[in-house]
């Protein structure tokens, strides 16, 4: 057969086969997941519990269903810590939360993950790639009326929780006001793009071909190197966090209209909501890494995780960071002193 047959053919296939639609909202999902996996491997340094930034796991006696109060009994309380405030996460895939008193909450929501919380409501992504939010206190009632009906491609809520941002499947880029509960920002961004954080001065968007802080009118461009493009970024107030490789991230102040260095850490780096620290999982070997934070001065280790293999770290506000490793949560106070939570399963911090 000639390639003029062939080609022939092919086409012949190709009019008589009729492709089926896709499906934007479950591949703009599985483009999430994959991009929560690479980044979680970061973490891990080639450990594959790294992944465990996706979640899965059960607490308790969590029954999934209606928002329920789960009282914690399997972890020793000589062992368990405790949370000053309200945290989130999820377990197995659903939408968790563990208050002061040590219940766990099972908020009746398969989530693909937390964007984040303020002091009276909590952002996350369901299952279908929509926003969805609810009160931050039992029994966690839906609030209606989120800021957009539409799925999502990437989203992202700012650390002081003022504004929240989000790609939509049709290329927009959109900032929402939450305080003045209206949208203030639209702008059309490269098709690879990506939300990686969200402040008062513009959107912080990640794609292949870089990564700027962007308004409608342009924006600030930030140097990356490294094989994480980008991704792996956050912004607070005039600082911005990118993380570039396994081993290495660097902190950029943006106060005077241009990226300018700060510092370069020996690991993955992650904002504190005012920008005030920066936590750090720094690599020690294929197996091993340990947290450290930093506050403007030098790196300080936290205490507590000996013989933890940290996998994800979050702020849950300036003074606690939450760390995940081996099917366990823990919280650090503002003296970096660590403890578990009662909490037991794979835990996913991060939308």
Same mark, same amino acid.
């Given at each position: ?20 639609? %896709? ?44 928002? &329920? ?57 369901? $299952? ?28 992202? =809520? &700012? ?10 499947? !049709? ?5 929402? !006001?939450?305080?003045? $509960? ?44 490294? /094989? ?5 970024? /956050? ?17 950029? $102040? ?30 020690? &070997? ?21 013989? %933890? ?11 606690? =960071? ?10 650090? !106070? ?6 578990? =939570?009662?909490? /037991?399963?794979? %835990?996913? =911090?991060?939308?």
């Amino acid at each position: 057969m000639s390639t003029t047959e062939i080609r022939e053919a092919l086409l012949a296939i190709e009019r008589a086969v009729e492709a089926p639609p %896709v499906d934007h909202v479950a591949f703009q999902a599985r483009v999430r997941a994959e991009r929560r996996r690479r980044n979680a491997g970061r973490a891990l340094v080639g450990v594959a519990a790294a992944a465990a930034v996706v979640t899965a796991g059960i607490a308790g006696n969590a029954v999934f269903g209606d928002p &329920s109060n789960t009282p914690i009994a399997n972890t020793p309380a000589e062992t368990a810590t405790s949370v000053s405030r309200t945290v989130f996460f999820t377990l197995d895939n659903r939408l968790t939360a563990l208050d002061p008193q040590g219940v766990v909450h099972d908020l009746g929501q398969y989530s693909e993950g937390v964007i984040g919380w303020t002091e009276d409501r909590i952002y996350a992504l369901d $299952d279908d790639s929509q926003i969805r939010v609810r009160r931050a206190e039992p029994p966690f009632d839906i609030v209606p009326g989120a800021p957009t009906p539409d799925p999502v491609q990437s989203v992202a =809520l &700012s650390g002081d929780g003022r504004y929240l941002a989000w790609l939509g499947l !049709d290329g927009m880029m959109h900032r929402y !006001d939450l305080e003045a $509960d209206r949208e203030d920002m639209e702008f059309s961004v490269a098709q690879d793009s990506f939300v990686a954080g969200v402040s008062a001065d513009g959107v912080l968007v990640a794609s292949r071909s870089g990564i700027s802080l962007r308004d409608a009118a342009g924006g600030v461009a930030i140097p990356v190197q490294g /094989d994480l493009d980008g991704w792996a970024s /956050d912004v607070a107030r005039d600082l911005v966090v990118v993380n570039e490789s396994l081993d290495r991230s660097r902190l950029y $102040d943006l106060s005077e209209g241009s990226a300018q260095l700060v510092e370069t850490f020996p690991g993955s780096a992650v904002l504190g909501p005012y920008a005030e620290r920066v936590a750090v999982i720094v690599p020690e &070997s294929a197996d091993r890494a340990r947290v450290e934070v930093w506050d403007g001065g030098t790196l300080m280790p936290v205490s507590g995780l000996d013989g %933890v293999i940290p996998t994800a770290v979050r702020w849950a506000d300036e003074a606690t =960071l939450l760390v995940t490793g081996r099917d366990a949560l823990y919280a650090c !106070d503002i003296e970096l002193k660590c403890g578990r =939570l009662p909490v /037991d399963g794979d %835990v996913g =911090l991060n939308e």
